[in-house]
T-cell receptor, first 111, second 115 residues
């Protein structure tokens, strides 16, 4: 059974810092990995999708990497801003369009 | 372009009642997905509908059911509500390119509270 773990569960950093969020998964036979952002009580916003054949994806200040063999992904956020405060979720697609989510990292950027 | 919409925003029911949640996908998307986000359990996959058919189902009891209409909108029905069904229910949609994964776009959710 696929399990997705995100460390740390919560992170608080001062504005302007670069930071890394971690995601690990137990079964490397994944199709894709997706990073989402969730604001309190809201739905999910897709940030980056990395297909299984890719190693990384970039969008603006965000960069996500994928190492299938080790079952790891990282989300790098450069020059953090208070508006980046949210919960960040990692999800892997294990087939038949089913996403398996981690518990998320709650990020707080302090002005 | 309008995103995924869900109704109602909030729903309050009592134990044993039935709840019906609705989802309208992004125009042109044929697949609809339902997820449950209960406190402390994280997001869990519930159901996937594509072109009116149930394609995949998560580890939930049969009292969780749904359907997809010809216009690709979808309903999630939860029968015999239990307190632990209280959660945020998220709907997502994607285009359907058979044989490959399509990015899922999420709606704002329906907050179901069971008293």
């Amino acid at each position: 059974k696929q399990e997705v773990t995100q460390i740390p569960a919560a992170l608080s950093v001062p504005e302007g810092e670069n930071l890394v969020l971690n995601c690990s998964f137990t079964d490397s036979a994944i199709y894709n990995l997706q990073w989402f952002r969730q604001d309190p009580g809201k739905g999910l916003t897709s940030l980056l999708l990395i297909q299984s054949s890719q190693r990384e994806q970039t969008s603006g200040r965000l960069n996500a990497s994928l190492d299938k063999s080790s079952g790891r992904s990282t989300l790098y956020i450069a020059a953090s801003q208070p508006g980046d405060s949210a919960t960040y979720l990692c999800a892997v697609e294990e087939g038949a369009q089913k996403l398996v989510f981690g518990q998320g990292t709650r990020l707080t950027i302090n002005p | 372009e309008a995103g995924v919409t869900q109704s109602p925003t909030h729903l309050i029911k009592t134990r044993g009642q039935q709840a019906t949640l609705r989802c309208s996908p992004i125009s042109g998307h044929t697949s609809v997905y339902w997820y449950q986000q209960a406190l402390g359990l994280g997001l869990q996959f519930l159901l996937w509908y594509d072109e009116g058919e149930e394609r995949n189902r998560g580890n939930f009891p049969p009292r969780f059911s749904g359907r997809q209409f010809p216009n690709y909108s979808s309903e999630l029905n939860v029968n015999a509500l239990e307190l632990e069904d209280s959660a945020l229910y998220l709907c997502a949609s994607s285009p359907r390119d058979k044989g490959s994964y399509n990015e899922q776009f999420f709606g704002p959710g329906t907050r179901l509270t069971v008293l």
